[in-house]
């Protein structure tokens, strides 16, 4: 069984240090480009390399998920699921059954995170690291009742709920 080399080159490790010094476990092409430099090429090869030596994962085109030392050699990790959620549309909240599990309406745990946006989705839904998240379009009169809340250090918005 062939295993693949995990090293990590000066382009690479200045990267993920510049993005672990911004307190960035998930980051787009975008803000990789603003660290690497426009003017320098091959900052896709870069990532592409980063990936296939399992320390970024893919999450869709242009969002990327840095694995820790904790995911080891297999790079099996994940953030919580809202905050990868976060990243994958704008503007959005976590809604639906996702938020009442959130509140503590309920038990069950489900592997689905509703996202609730104004803006259409090419795919309804996206499967990531075993979690799958389904995009649910809202118009924007129907678009309310959102709170920011705070998990392990990122901003996310979800449904408000009042008591």
């Known amino acids: 069984m062939a295993q693949t080399i995990r090293t990590l080159g000066d382009k690479g490790s200045n990267l993920l240090t510049e993005l672990s010094r911004q307190g960035k476990c998930l980051f787009t092409f975008k803000d990789a480009a603003e660290i690497y430099g426009r003017s320098n090429g091959g900052l896709h090869k870069l990532l592409f390399t980063l990936v296939k030596r399992r ?6 085109k242009g969002k990327y998920l840095i694995l820790p030392f904790e995911a080891g050699r297999e790079g099996e990790w994940t953030e919580h699921e809202f905050i990868i959620g976060s990243y994958l549309i704008e503007p ?14 309920t038990e069950q745990v489900s ?20 979690v799958t998240y389904r995009f649910v379009y809202m118009t924007n009169r129907k678009f309310f009742g959102v709170s920011e809340v705070t998990l392990d250090g990122y901003g996310v918005n979800i449904s408000d709920w009042q008591p």
């Open 92 to 105: 959005y909240y976590i809604g639906f059954r996702s938020a009442l599990n959130y509140y503590g309406y």
């Open 55 to 60: 320390w970024l994962q893919r999450v869709e």
């Open 111 to 130: 592997r689905t995170v509703f996202i609730v946006s104004t803006r259409r989705k090419l795919k309804p839904s996206l499967e990531v690291s075993g």
